[in-house]
């Protein structure tokens, strides 16, 4: 066959190349190709670019200050406590105090006594038994510090490749170092060993990289951990996009990132509940989720039964979800939150109210005037509560972290406050 076809060929070909309809076809063959070659590149960046952005990696990571770089007007995410919700230990991020006097945990069994200390190989808690000559201790050192401190951090520490949390933490209110809350530490013994999930670094962090072992969960390469909640946790990774931005041909692709704000409603409530819709399980590994996507393909988050109570920690999707406000608008988290700045202000977030109601809906306005209500919606309709999950036992009482109801609501108990 092969040859018959090659004399075939040669046959036909072109003794003089040069004569001027040879030519034009040469052109046109050539014209071919381009179109064909140009033809390939738009099919192949276009299906590019339908790609939805990944996960980020430490190899994709681009950092905060690149993505400010051009975003600049961001740049007050950097204070957020999303930003500081997990971070190295120094001075400057443990609260605590570890000046003499101050840095001594008591409790209820007067055989055991908790000692925080610095020194320049670190910052350590350590758990004293006993008195005097007989006493023993177990000393760990901090590793990460997590919680911004809003309400107060907790501490975890190596032990090998596996992390753990410390048994001391530390309360903002009355700024003192206290138990560890849960039913994991009780008043008087000195827990070290529970093991820290994925999933707790999967709402406090960017990245890390848990090592699968069965029989413990609490197995992670700490090398090329990203701390804190960056851009990217919430963007997808940055590489791509930065990339795609910094191109010449930059106007012909899409971003080539997440923005939250081009999702449907249920995606973008979903990006919040990968971390605020309560604990859930995971069906897959730790941070594979990113917005935009289907949240129940990556954890089953629980679904509280009508009268069934949720707590005013963890669950602020479940709880907003009940409100007549939410289910009778198309209200989201970010009808009142700007997750790139600190917003602490009820009087200011009250204000999100009137973008919907009028000081006037309010049933006290008619009867104990505007004064009584202007400014102050908040207070009254998502008031401060207990949870019953932040629990911390000192001195034989219990103390509660207190939050916002997002069920918005009349609370029939409000009505003089
Ligand atoms: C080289 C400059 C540059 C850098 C660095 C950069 N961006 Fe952008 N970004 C842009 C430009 C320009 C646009 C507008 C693109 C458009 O509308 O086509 C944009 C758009 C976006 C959008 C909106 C996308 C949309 O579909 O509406 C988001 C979100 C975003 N950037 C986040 C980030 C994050 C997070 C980082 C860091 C990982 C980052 N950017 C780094 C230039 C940059
Ligand atoms: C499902 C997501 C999720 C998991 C898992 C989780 N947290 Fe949190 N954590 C939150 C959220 C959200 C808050 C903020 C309070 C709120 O909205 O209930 C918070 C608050 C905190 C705070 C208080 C921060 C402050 O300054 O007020 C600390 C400390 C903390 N978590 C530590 C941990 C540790 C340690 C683990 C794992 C052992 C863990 N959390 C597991 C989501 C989570
Ligand atoms: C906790 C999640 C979260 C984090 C972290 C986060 N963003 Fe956003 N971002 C959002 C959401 C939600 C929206 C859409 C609603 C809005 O604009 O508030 C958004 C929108 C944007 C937009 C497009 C709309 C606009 O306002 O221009 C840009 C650009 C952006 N973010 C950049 C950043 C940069 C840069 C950082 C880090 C410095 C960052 N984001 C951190 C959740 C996040
Ligand atoms: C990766 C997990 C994660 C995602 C995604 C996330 N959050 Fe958070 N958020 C947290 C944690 C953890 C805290 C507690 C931080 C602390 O105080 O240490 C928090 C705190 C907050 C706070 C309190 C801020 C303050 O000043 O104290 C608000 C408001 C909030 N988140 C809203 C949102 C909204 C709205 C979204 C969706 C656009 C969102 N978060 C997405 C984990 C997350
Ligand atoms: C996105 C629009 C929107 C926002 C923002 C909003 N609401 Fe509503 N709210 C509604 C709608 C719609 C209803 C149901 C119809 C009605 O009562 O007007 C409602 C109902 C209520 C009710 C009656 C609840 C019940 O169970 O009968 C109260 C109280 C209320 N809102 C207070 C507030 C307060 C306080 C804020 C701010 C913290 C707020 N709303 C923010 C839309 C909104
Ligand atoms: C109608 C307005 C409104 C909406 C919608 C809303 N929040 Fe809030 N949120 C508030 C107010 C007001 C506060 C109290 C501000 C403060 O003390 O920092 C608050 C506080 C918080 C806090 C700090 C912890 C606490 O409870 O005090 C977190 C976390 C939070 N919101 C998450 C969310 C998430 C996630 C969503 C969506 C499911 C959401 N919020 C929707 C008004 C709102
Ligand atoms: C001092 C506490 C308090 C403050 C502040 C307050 N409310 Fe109310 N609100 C109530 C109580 C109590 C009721 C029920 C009154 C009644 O039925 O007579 C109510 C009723 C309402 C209702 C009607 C609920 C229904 O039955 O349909 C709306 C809407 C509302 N408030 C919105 C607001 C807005 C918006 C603000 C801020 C401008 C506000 N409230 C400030 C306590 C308060």
Same mark, same amino acid.
């Given at each position: 066959m092969l040859p018959r076809i090659s004399t075939v060929r040669a046959g036909s070909l072109p003794r003089d190349p040069r004569t001027p309809r040879k030519r034009q076809q040469r052109w046109a063959a050539a014209f071919v190709t381009v179109a064909a070659i140009a033809i390939a590149i738009v099919v192949m960046t276009s299906s590019h670019s339908h790609k939805w952005p990944e996960a980020v990696r430490p190899a994709t990571f681009v950092g905060d200050s690149t993505c400010l770089s051009?975003?600049?007007?961001?740049?007050?995410?950097? /204070?957020t406590a999303h930003r500081i919700t997990t971070q190295s230990p120094s001075r400057a991020t443990i609260l605590g105090s570890f000046t003499s006097g101050e840095n001594v945990l008591r409790n209820a069994n007067s055989d055991l006594h908790f000692r925080m200390d610095a020194d320049s190989t670190g910052f350590y808690q350590t758990a004293v038994f006993a %008195? /005097?000559?007989d006493s023993t201790s177990r000393r760990e050192r901090i590793a990460i510090v997590a919680g911004s401190g809003r309400g107060g951090q907790s501490y975890l520490y190596w032990k090998g490749d596996r992390l753990y949390q410390l048994p001391v933490s530390y309360w903002s209110s009355n700024h003192r170092w206290i138990n560890s #809350?849960? #039913?994991a530490y009780i008043e008087g013994q000195a827990n070290f060993a529970r093991g820290v999930a994925p999933r707790c670094l999967e709402c406090h962090a960017t990245w890390i990289e848990a090592v699968p072992d069965l029989s413990h969960e609490n197995t992670f390469q700490a090398q090329g951990a990203i701390l804190g909640i960056t851009c990217e946790r919430c963007h997808g990774e940055g590489k791509t996009h930065v990339a795609t931005e910094q191109? #010449? =041909?930059?106007? =012909? %692709?899409? +971003?080539?990132?997440?923005? +939250?704000? %081009? =999702?449907?409603r249920e995606r973008q409530m979903e990006a919040c509940a990968q971390c605020h819709g309560g604990l859930g399980t995971p069906k897959i590994p730790s941070f594979t989720y990113v917005a935009g996507q289907r949240l129940d393909n990556y954890v089953d988050l629980p679904v509280p039964g009508p009268n069934e109570t949720v707590d005013v920690h963890g669950n602020k999707v479940a709880l907003l979800e009940r409100s007549r406000c939410f289910r009778e608008s198309?209200?989201?988290?970010?009808t009142c939150h700007d997750v790139h700045r600190t917003q602490r202000d009820t009087t200011a977030l009250s204000g999100r109210c009137l973008t919907c109601h009028q000081e006037q809906s309010c049933g006290l306005f008619a009867t104990r005037g505007r004064a009584a209500v202007a400014g102050r919606c908040v207070t009254c309709h998502m008031p401060e509560q207990s949870s019953n999950l932040i629990v911390s036992a000192l001195e034989g009482e219990k103390k509660q972290a207190q939050m916002r109801n997002h069920w918005i609501k009349v609370y029939p108990e409000t009505a003089n406050r």
């Open positions: 051009c975003h600049g007007e961001k740049a007050s995410f950097e /204070g %008195h /005097g000559a #809350p849960g #039913p191109s #010449p =041909l930059h106007s =012909l %692709h899409s +971003p080539q990132i997440v923005n +939250p704000a %081009h =999702l449907t198309k209200m989201t988290c970010t």
